[in-house]
Each structure stands twice: as C-alpha cells, then as structure tokens.
C-alpha cells in the first residue's frame, strides 16, 4: 500500500491498536502502553501508517504497523520505513526498528540490528521527546542505509555464489522441513519482473526474498504430492527471517 492507512480502516485492519487495557493475566507492575497513543504522537511528529497486521483476532497480542515520514527520502526504489511493535498481553515489547519497501513489487523487510539499533521502551511510555529523536535518528541513518545497498549493488555474483545464496536462504526460511526443501534454487532465482534480471547482489536479494516470503512455489512431498508454499505472514518468523536473509547476502 503506497498510500496512509486512515484511523477508521486501521481499526478494521488491526483492532489491537486500539486496546485500551492489558490482558487480564498481566501482573500489576505491567506498564500499559495503548498504541494508538503512540500513533497519536508520531502522526503529530510527520508520521503516518502505511501498513497495519496483527498475529490472530484478539485485542491483546502482538501486532505492527509500519510508517513512513515525508522528510525521509527513497532510498534507490525503495522507502526507509519506522517499523512499530506492540502488545497488550505481555509477551511483547514496545520496540521500534527500520525497514525498506520496496516500491517496484510492494515487498517489505526488516533491517537487521547491525543495520539499526532497535529502540525498545519496555511499557514504560513514550514522550514527545523520544519520537523527535527517532526521527532525527532515522534521517541520520539513511545515508548509511544507501551505503548497504549500494555495496549490495556494486557486488557481481557469479552462477555459483547465487545457487550458493538460493541454498542458504532456503535452509532459512525452512530449517527443519525437508519436504519444502524439494524446492529448487532455479525456482527463486528466476526473477518476476525484467527490472530484477541482472547478476548484482541487490537484484538476486530481492528476487530470492520475494519468492520465500510470498510462497506460491511447486513442490513434491516424500509422497510425491504436488504443493505450494504458504507465504510468511506471521509477524516474528517473518521479522527474524527477512533480518537474517539480509545478514547472509551483506556476506558475499
């Protein structure tokens, strides 16, 4: 979605950021943090929410929404974004980290913590201050953000470094199952659209993330049934898998 997500549809979209109490299993020195204050205070500052999901129905559990300010610019054909984190039921942290979106196919991925320092506030609150600060830290970063990229883009894979890339992000995203492994690395290697064809290591990145995170790909079972793979949509695999596909391709 390139445009703001209104107030009315984010409480369609993700209801849990309108929670106005914890979930009753919390302790009392829980320090309750409604989201939407948070959102108040960043709109207030230049932000606005771009993209909202959360992991189930309930009010309580944790959820993300990512916004964009006007006065950080595009970073080659993609938009650095402010990756928001709560929940109400105590298992989650209220933490903010950077994204890109990449425009040209609307994929978005979490920058690893070597890339940005990820801001936690514990349930403790967030002041006026604070969200100035991680505005001024976010346009601070950008040029370092760029370098990454471009450091990406300048690398020239050959045949075997990108077999050797699709073979360790599949292991990645499937660890531990063998039958989605039957994937082939010619499956996510073949890019989607002519503007990804090339041999850099930014282009084959974003071939190799967009395949393994929005499934669609063939494969045989043991039995040898024909499946799908499922796209990653749940908010820690996701997270954790697109901040360690980023760390393996920044190792070539």
């Keep these: 979605m390139n445009t703001p997500i209104s107030l009315d549809n984010l409480r369609e979209i993700c209801p849990a950021v309108f929670t106005e109490t914890p979930h009753e299993t919390v302790s009392s020195r829980y320090s309750f943090v409604p989201t939407i204050k948070v959102v108040e205070?960043?709109?207030?500052q230049g932000w606005e929410v771009f993209s909202a999901n959360q992991r189930g129905s309930n009010s309580y559990g944790r959820h993300m929404l990512k916004l964009r300010h006007g006065d950080i610019k595009q970073v080659g054909d993609s938009i650095v974004e402010c990756i928001l984190t709560n929940g109400h039921d105590g298992t989650t942290q209220l933490s903010v980290s950077a994204g890109l979106h990449r425009l040209v196919c609307s994929n978005g991925l979490m920058l690893p913590i070597s890339q940005i320092e990820e801001i936690k506030f514990?349930?403790?609150?967030?002041?006026?201050?604070?969200?100035?600060?991680?505005?001024?830290?976010?346009?601070?970063?950008?040029?370092?953000?760029?370098?990454?990229?471009?450091?990406?883009?300048?690398?020239?894979?050959?045949?075997?470094?990108?077999?050797?890339?699709?073979?360790?992000?599949?292991?990645?995203?499937?660890?531990?199952n063998k039958n989605v492994k039957n994937i082939t690395t010619g499956q996510i290697l073949v890019p989607k659209r002519e503007d990804d064809m090339g041999d850099d290591m930014w282009k084959v990145?974003?071939?190799?993330?967009?395949?393994?995170?929005?499934?669609?790909?063939?494969?045989k079972t043991t039995n040898g049934r024909n499946m799908t793979s499922k796209g990653l949509t749940e908010i820690v695999a996701n997270t954790k898998f697109n901040r360690e596909l980023w760390e393996l391709a920044s190792s070539y």
């Design 205 to 219: 990145f974003n071939v190799v993330q967009e395949k393994l995170v929005r499934g669609g790909l063939i494969y």
């Design 41 to 44: 205070d960043f709109k207030k």
């Design 122 to 176: 514990r349930h403790k609150g967030i002041t006026d201050g604070m969200i100035s600060e991680v505005t001024n830290h976010f346009i601070e970063i950008i040029p370092s953000i760029h370098d990454g990229m471009k450091e990406m883009q300048t690398k020239i894979l050959t045949l075997d470094e990108k077999v050797d890339f699709a073979e360790k992000a599949i292991d990645l995203r499937w660890k531990d």
